[in-house]
T-cell receptor
């Protein structure tokens, strides 16, 4: 069974703080994704990566960056957190086919 | 650009009743459609994909290209079907998924 692990389930940060969300998968998947999940808006793609050191912008990349230094790890970075980034963040990975995603449990971020 | 619309944010039915969760999409190419489900306190997971043409947990979904729809149906809802359901579309290249807004299904006893 694929295991996607997000290191922090709940975080509370202050406006302007730098925030790191970590995601690790253990199935040697090439593809990794970061979504945010908001009521009434569904899941929106922030960034994705198809290979180590590779990244692509999703639909809402503004205010975020990512890092993929190792195949199993994909980090989401909020350089300067803002209140409108309060959300549930979901990490996912996939092998082949690329669009069959395996999700982590989510990281609920509150920015005060 | 592709778009997925789930017109019902909330859907409530009684146990044993039929249920249909609506999904409409807009995409000019040949899409692949999916339903993902999130049960309470569980992670989001794949329920079914249209190319598999299979029934999962009694749910089926048929891709209607004429109406650009991919509605999820079950003839007799069970309480354990209560969950958040997301419809999703993959463009022809199979590079990424676009999700709908989600429908929260509640099956009452």
């Amino acid at each position: 069974d694929v295991k996607v692990t997000q290191s922090s389930r709940y975080l509370v940060k202050r406006t302007g703080e730098k925030v790191f969300l970590e995601c690790v998968q253990d199935m040697d998947h090439e593809n990794m994704f970061w979504y945010r999940q908001d009521p009434g808006l569904g899941l929106r793609l922030i960034y994705f990566s198809y290979d180590v050191k590779m990244k692509e912008k999703g639909d809402i990349p503004e205010g975020y960056s990512v890092s993929r230094e190792k195949k199993e790890r994909f980090s989401l970075i909020l350089e300067s957190a803002s209140t409108n980034q309060t959300s549930m963040y979901l990490c996912a990975s996939s092998g082949t086919p690329r669009v069959v995603l395996f999700f982590g449990e989510g990281s609920r971020l509150t920015v005060l | 650009a592709q778009r997925v619309t789930q017109p019902e944010k909330l859907l409530s039915v009684f146990k044993g009743a039929p249920v249909e969760l609506k999904c409409n999409y807009s995409y000019s190419g040949s899409p692949e459609l999916f339903w993902y489900v999130q049960y309470s306190r569980q992670r989001l997971q794949l329920l079914l994909r249209h190319i598999s043409r299979e029934s999962i947990k009694g749910f089926t979904a048929d891709l209607n290209k004429g109406e650009t729809s991919f509605h999820l149906k079950k003839p007799f809802a069970q309480e354990e079907d209560s969950a958040m359901y997301y419809c999703a579309l993959s463009e022809t290249s199979g590079s990424r998924l676009t999700f709908g807004e989600g429908t929260q299904l509640t099956v009452n006893p």
